[in-house]
Structures are given as structure tokens and as C-alpha cells.
């Protein structure tokens, strides 16, 4: 059967379910700030959403056109910074900017140029220590990368990056007292869902996989 949605969209009903077509398919994940290098030795610095770890792998999903995906196709050095709720407004003011000029033809609605991204944001960068990006200074977590493979998705409009992390670097606070961990009751990444910004919720309980000290 199918119905109008609130939105006036046609939506096919199937049991307990509705058959949609969302613009997007962001159903919450965390925002990560990417930093790479210009070819002049600057740097850009870009949010993004489609981040997930493989291990000491990151892989990333970035546009094709954008000056991260022009930057990691020669540049492969990178730093992906996670900022936690709190900051959603700062990656919000980075959201309609780029770092390419001219600016590219699916972002000249709404998007312009802007040459230094930290200072826009209202952002810090904060010399790394194994590769040339700097890191963002008030994410609580940093991870310096490299990226080892960069290749088109199967759409031809975005980029798959495997990144492997060389250095991770976490306020002292989100991490338990001696020890290796990051403790989750401390930590709330901030999650990009179906762009809305959110934080995590109170824990429900653990998997029998973690080990994190009780």
C-alpha cells in the first residue's frame, strides 16, 4: 500500500516497515576533521562523516572533487581529529567552506573558498609528530595517519581512503589511569546523524570483546 508522508513524499508500507528513498544515508556516525596538506605547504582542514576503523585502519569516504581528496592523491600524510559534542558548532562553520578555487561545480551552491580553515572555524592546529598536518588542538582525540590506499568509490564521486594511524593522541581525561584505554563513560564522539548533530547517550552495557578495565 502506499501512503503520503508528513513531507508529501509516497512511501510504500510492508508490514511493520515503510519502503523511503532518504537524500542521504548518514544513520549516525561520528564527524571527524580531516587535515592534509595544500601544494604550497599550507594546510586544509575539512569535516566529514563517513569514517570507520578497521583495527589501525581508518577508512574514509571523501568527494572526488574536494581539496582533501586533490591533497591525498600526491600528499599522503593526514591527521584525522575527532571533536566531541561540544564542538559541533565549530565543524559547523567549517561545513559550507573549501579549500579548492576555483570552487568545484557541485559546490558552488552554497560553499566558498576559504584559504585558512582554522582560523574560520575558530580552530587551533597543533604541530604533529610523525607527519606534516597538524592536529586540532581542542579535539579530545587525534589520530596522525598515512594513507596507504586512495582509490575512486563505484559511484566515480567520491574517494575510498585506507588510512593506517601511526600515533594516537587523547586528552588525559577521556582515558582510564593507567592504562591503554580510552574510557568510554568519559568519551562521547560527536555523531552526524541524518545531518543533525548528536552525542552518545548513557551506556546500555558491553560486549563480551571489550577490554576495558572494569
Not at 571527524?32 to 569535516?47: C, I, Q, R, Y
Not at 582554522?118 to 587525534?142: N, T
Request: neutral net charge; contains cysteine.
Amino acid at each position: 500500500m502506499n501512503t503520503i508522508t508528513p513531507g508529501g513524499v509516497s512511501a510504500h508500507t510492508s508490514g511493520d516497515h515503510v519502503t523511503i528513498s532518504p537524500s542521504i544515508l548518514y544513520f549516525g556516525t561520528p564527524v571527524v576533521l580531516l587535515s592534509t596538506e595544500n601544494e604550497d605547504g599550507s594546510f586544509n582542514l575539512a569535516p566529514m562523516s563517513s569514517a570507520w576503523a578497521l583495527g589501525q585502519v581508518i577508512v574514509l569516504g571523501v568527494g572526488i572533487e574536494g581539496q582533501t581528496a586533490h591533497n591525498l592523491r600526491s600528499r599522503r600524510d593526514l591527521v584525522i581529529s575527532l571533536p566531541a559534542p561540544a564542538q559541533w558548532s565549530a565543524v559547523e562553520r567549517l561545513a559550507p567552506l573549501t579549500g579548492r578555487t576555483p570552487v568545484p561545480a557541485d559546490k558552488r551552491d552554497g560553499f566558498r573558498f576559504e584559504p585558512d580553515k582554522f582560523a574560520a572555524a575558530g580552530l587551533r592546529p597543533e604541530p604533529s609528530e610523525l607527519v606534516r598536518p597538524p592536529r586540532v588542538a581542542e579535539c579530545p582525540l587525534q589520530l596522525e595517519a598515512r594513507a596507504a590506499r586512495v582509490q575512486a568509490d563505484v559511484s566515480a564521486e567520491f574517494l575510498i581512503i585506507e588510512a593506517q594511524v601511526l600515533r594516537v593522541h587523547a586528552d588525559p581525561r577521556i582515558v582510564l589511569p593507567r592504562s591503554q584505554h580510552i574510557d568510554p563513560a568519559r568519551w562521547s564522539p560527536l555523531i552526524y546523524n541524518f545531518r543533525h548533530y548528536y552525542g552518545l547517550g548513557p551506556e546500555l552495557g558491553r560486549s563480551f570483546r571489550s577490554r576495558t578495565p572494569r
